[in-house]
């Protein structure tokens, strides 16, 4: 099987792992909503939320996103724009700001660093996505419809975006991986999202007029942190209001696991990761999967390490420090362990397959492939740790419903 991408990166230098491209819509969240909610309006705007009648003096952003956990994107209010700075949009890629001025309202006389800034008209009537994680961004705030192309539509997981497509009204701009700039730039959308990588057609769309704004969210090192870039994508639809509110939720329940997690005792030894082409993935201490384990009452022999990427290991190595784990984390869709003993016989060695418990965080897939657990999971962490939790103090959450994780039964 080919590797996951993994969401996790070493700063500083170090090796930088791949991007995780695939989402899936937030269950439970609006559906369609309009392109212009009701939070985007000012004073002296239109049901669109555009400035009818200018005054310099008024503040046209009755709504203000403040950041919090993030740490590789920024918001600054003006009275009629607002700066959104990514400050590593792709690895070791230098920041970039975008201008976002309401509709209606002039464009700004920009100097400085902000010279050669990119301008965007907000809130946008149309948005190419470069990676399927921006889907429950869209759909947790009810502003699904400026949503027109996605890369490949084959590993959409939504419902509601698969509809989409079906009906014609997202196009499909990168299947197979390769960029077509021409069709992005006959479609001509306001806004092309990346997914936090580079792409040499990327020049290409910004001289053709097309605003390229990066998302790159899984260089953050926190849960929260990349949940909390549901702010940026708000502040290109002028769904401020809602974010906040979805975000305060997922903040507020994911710190109520946690407290039941560090009120259980002491921590449960797991065994994260698996094998790939002879290395075992090995998530640092200070990454996030390192964060999510701690937050759920977990260790492991890396958890001190102070790397926000992943480590990459023998099997020997992991094997002498980790192999007595009775729970093992893994990311492989697997049936059964003889699946794991075919991938690797090895893995036969480790208590956890011996007689301990093998969970996989392939529960929710979709028809094309794409995995819940690296798509919805990144906007809700709490639902990722709140299946960790019940994992690792299994008498502690009894009644509870996985969401992302299944158990590997043993063959």
Excluded at 143 to 168: F, Y
Excluded at 215 to 241: D, F, H, Q, V
Aim: charged letters at 25%.
């Amino acid at each position: 099987m080919p590797p996951r991408p993994s969401p996790l990166r070493r700063r500083g230098g170090a090796a930088t792992a791949l991007l995780v491209t695939l989402s899936l819509a937030l269950a439970g969240c609006a559906g369609d909503g309009p392109a212009r909610p009701a939070d985007a309006r000012a004073a002296g705007a239109d049901g669109e939320g555009c400035v009818t009648d200018f005054d310099p003096a008024k503040d046209y952003f009755p709504v203000k996103s403040t950041v919090e956990h993030a740490e590789n994107f920024s918001l600054r209010y003006e009275r009629s724009y607002q700066v959104l700075t990514v400050n590593e949009p792709h690895p070791e890629g230098e920041p970039e700001s975008y201008v976002l001025v309401r509709c209606g309202a002039p464009k700004p006389k920009l100097t400085g660093d902000l010279a050669g800034a990119q301008v965007v008209t907000t809130p946008v009537r149309s948005l190419y996505s470069a990676s399927t994680t921006h889907l429950p961004l869209l759909t947790g705030t009810g502003t699904l419809d400026v949503l027109t192309g996605v890369a490949n539509g084959a590993v959409v997981t939504s419902a509601a975006v698969r509809e989409r497509i079906a009906e014609g009204k997202v196009a499909e701009y990168a299947r197979g991986g390769t960029l077509d700039a021409e069709k992005v730039i006959g479609a001509a959308p306001d806004v092309l999202m990346t997914g936090g990588t580079d792409d040499p057609q990327y020049p290409k769309l910004r001289q053709a007029g097309i605003a390229v704004v990066a998302n790159a969210e899984w260089l953050e090192s926190t849960p929260l942190g990349r949940a909390e870039w549901i702010k940026a994508m708000a502040a290109l639809t002028g769904a401020e209001k809602r974010a906040g509110e979805v975000f305060r939720t997922i903040e507020k329940d994911y710190g109520e696991v946690a407290a039941k997690a560090a009120a259980a005792g002491e921590p449960v030894k797991v065994l994260p990761g698996e094998m790939y082409q002879g290395t075992w993935n090995m998530p640092s201490g200070g990454s996030y999967v390192g964060k999510l384990i701690k937050d759920a009452g977990g260790t492991y022999p890396w958890a001190g390490d102070k790397g926000t990427g992943s480590l990459r290991l023998s099997f020997e190595a992991v094997y002498a420090k980790g192999g007595d784990a009775r729970t093992w984390l893994v990311g492989e869709p697997w049936t059964s362990t003889a699946d794991a003993l075919r991938a690797d016989r090895r893995y036969g060695k480790l208590d956890a397959v011996t007689g301990g418990t093998v969970w996989t965080n392939t529960r929710a897939t979709g028809p094309g492939g794409g995995n819940d657990f690296y798509e919805r999971g990144v906007l809700r962490p709490d639902l990722v740790l709140a299946d960790l939790f019940a994992i690792l103090h299994p008498d502690r959450a009894a009644d509870h419903n996985f969401t992302f994780y299944a158990e590997v039964p043993r063959a």
